[in-house]
């Protein structure tokens, strides 16, 4: 039997469904996320969404935002670990490793539930039922969008979930710039767009929503905090605890960043390193053929796509710098592009 005919025979009947996705979820984490949800409701199923950590206030329109659970170990493990226990089918959204979602990890690996994974990510861990992973895909809002069309009910895609599914798309494709905006994502908008959703309010709200101070933090660190190395063709920017506190960071803040780095003519690699106290948090960002996910999870434990991955440094700011300006050099010819053919004698 087909996954498909397998996640259509075992939603056939109304479940108890747990969906979650990576730790501070973006706009395609939480879109995918409440898009299904959006949909499993209409199908009858009694749906939770937990993210593992808090996330922007720039994403709390979506439809369906209201009843997510935030988890908190403090606050709501016992409630948590119940909702997992008690659910037939677990929707993981979005990460590819167990780990992409802090403590919550264990408690889905232990699960009873049929768990099923719709995502993007390269080198997926093998830990559920249904696979419906595709790293070539966009997002894992593409993905959700053509699962609920293969169960044969995209009609029942409706302006909001549209836009929930939308924002995901339009995020990870860098507002359909980048080499993953391929013909199927159009395809997907044209038929989100006879749904009914509005792509210019979802714009704004995603990208015109910020605070004042958050295009301030911007400024200063475009003036003061960005680094170009010409002769890596990278540029790099590293932000203190001190200066997020005193820029008073939210979550979010800091999303986006790294593309202004990556956005300077010449530069083909590009990262943000930000000190998130008890780690440093990183962000890398590619064009063309140079491996951010290969470098993340070569040296900084982490991982995602070939041209934007994440990873993390449990060093000091300073010292995770030091490492990686000492990476580079073995990089330099890779990053610097093919030597050019010497000319003929
Ligand atoms: P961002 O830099 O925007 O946080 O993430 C870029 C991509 O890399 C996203 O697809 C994200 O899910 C993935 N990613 C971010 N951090 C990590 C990490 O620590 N480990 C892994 N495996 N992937 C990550
Ligand atoms: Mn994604």
Redesign the pocket.
């Known amino acids: 039997m087909s996954q498909i005919a397998e996640l259509k025979e075992l939603l056939a009947q109304p479940r108890q469904v747990f969906i979650t996705t ?3 979820p ?1 706009a ?2 939480l879109g995918s996320s409440l898009g299904l949800a959006g949909y499993l409701r209409k199908k009858g199923h009694q749906v939770t969404v937990v993210t593992p950590s808090d996330y922007p206030d720039f994403l709390a329109w979506m439809p369906g935002n209201d009843e997510v659970v935030v988890y908190d170990p403090r606050r709501n493990d016992a409630r948590v670990r119940q909702l997992i226990a008690e659910a037939e089918v677990l929707f993981c959204l ?4 167990l ?2 979602i802090n403590e919550l990890g264990e408690y889905v690996r232990a699960a009873q539930g049929t768990k099923v994974l719709i995502d ?2 390269q080198e997926p861990e093998d830990f559920a039922q249904l696979d419906f992973s595709n790293p070539k895909a966009a997002a894992a809002s593409e993905l959700v969008f053509e699962v609920i069309r293969d169960l044969g009910d995209q009609d029942l895609i409706d302006a909001g979930i549209g836009e929930c599914l939308y924002a995901g798309i339009m995020t ?1 494709t860098g507002s359909f710039r980048h080499p993953s905006t391929s013909r199927n994502v159009h395809l997907i908008i044209a038929e989100l767009l006879s749904a009914g959703i509005n792509t210019s309010e979802v714009h704004r709200r995603i990208y015109d929503s910020h605070s004042e101070e958050r295009l301030r933090f911007l400024g200063f660190v475009l003036k003061d905090k960005l680094t170009v190395l010409r002769e890596y063709n990278t540029a790099y920017i590293a932000i203190t605890a001190a200066e997020l506190r005193q820029y008073h960071s939210k979550t979010g803040d800091t ?1 986006g960043l ?1 593309n202004f780095a990556l956005s300077i003519e010449g530069i083909v690699f590009a990262a ?1 390193f930000i000190d998130r106290t008890q780690a440093v ?5 590619s064009v063309g053929d140079f491996s951010a ?1 290969e470098f ?2 070569r040296h ?6 070939h041209n ?5 440094s449990h060093e000091p700011l300073p010292a995770t710098l030091d490492r990686f300006l000492e990476l580079l050099p073995d990089y330099q010819v890779q990053l610097l592009g093919a030597p050019l053919a010497s000319p003929a004698p």
Request: hydrophobic share 25%; glycine share 14%; charged share 25%.
């Open positions: 990576h730790h501070k973006d395609d984490a979005d990460f590819s490793c780990s992409r993007h990510h990870d999303e790294v943000i948090k990183i962000s890398f960002r996910s993340s999870r900084f434990s982490g991982g995602g796509h934007a991955a994440g990873g993390i």
